[in-house]
């Protein structure tokens, strides 16, 4: 039992380039998320996801996009890397029924660098 | 607007010095709180989740209290490493169960 996993954990990327981050999980959770994590900012959410098929906007939606083609995998993709977009991103997952109960379990992050 | 606001950002301890953490939130109807604590170069891990007013729960140093404006970490006889940065959360009915995150606070024991 994995958890949840990231891939990759590390990526520079030059201004302008594309790039999707791979978010896995085996809890068999209906919920996904991505989260991208600067200093001073705390945890922001980006995109979420409430089933197979399904996505919706976070907070700081502009410039990702993401999709859920199956129920264990969550991707991100950066279509046009800006250096603005630089950060730690996070993918968690979660589900309403015990007894994880609406607890979002967290991967181990991807440290992105846009140049 | 769901907010999460903590305090103090950062905190120093001596190990055995007793101290608090404080999460206030403001959120239209609370589903639940969160902490979950969080090292260096890794994701946030789980530690608490408060449903109601007047709620405690605790896990071997630390216990998580609620009221109906803030929640507060209560860390007992603090040792090295619980050195980590504690993050509160707030869930709202009907958010499709998001999660709203306070900034942080960075706990550092000394020994």
């Known amino acids: 039992n994995a958890g949840v996993t990231q891939t990759p954990k590390f990526r520079v990327l030059k201004t302008g380039q594309s790039m999707t981050l791979l978010c896995a999980q085996d809890?068999?959770?209906?919920?996904m998320y991505w989260y991208r994590q600067d200093p001073g900012m705390g945890l922001r959410l980006i995109h979420y996801s409430v089933g197979e098929g399904t996505t919706a906007k976070g907070e700081v939606p502009d410039g990702y996009n993401v999709s859920r083609l199956k129920k264990q995998n969550f991707l991100l993709g950066l279509e046009s890397a800006a250096p603005s977009q630089t950060s730690v991103y996070f993918c968690?997952?979660?589900?309403?029924?015990?007894?994880?109960?609406?607890?979002?379990?967290f991967g181990p992050g991807t440290r992105l660098t846009v140049l | 607007e769901d907010q999460v606001t903590q305090s103090p950002e950062a905190l120093r301890l001596q190990e055995g010095e007793s101290s608090s953490l404080n999460c206030s939130y403001t959120?239209?109807?609370?589903?639940?709180l969160f902490w979950y604590r969080q090292d260096p170069g890794k994701g946030p891990e789980f530690l608490f989740t408060?449903?109601?007013a007047g709620e405690e729960k605790e896990k071997e140093r630390l216990k998580a209290t609620l009221t109906k404006k803030e929640s507060f970490l209560h860390i007992t006889a603090p040792k090295p490493e619980d050195s980590a940065t504690y993050l509160c959360a707030v869930q709202a009915p009907g958010s499709n169960y998001k999660l709203t995150f306070g900034k942080g606070t960075l706990l550092t024991v000394n020994p």
């Open positions: 408060l449903y109601s």
């Open positions: 968690a997952s979660g589900s309403h029924r015990s007894p994880s109960y609406n607890e979002q379990f």
């Open positions: 959120v239209s109807g609370l589903r639940g």
């Open positions: 809890m068999n959770h209906e919920y």
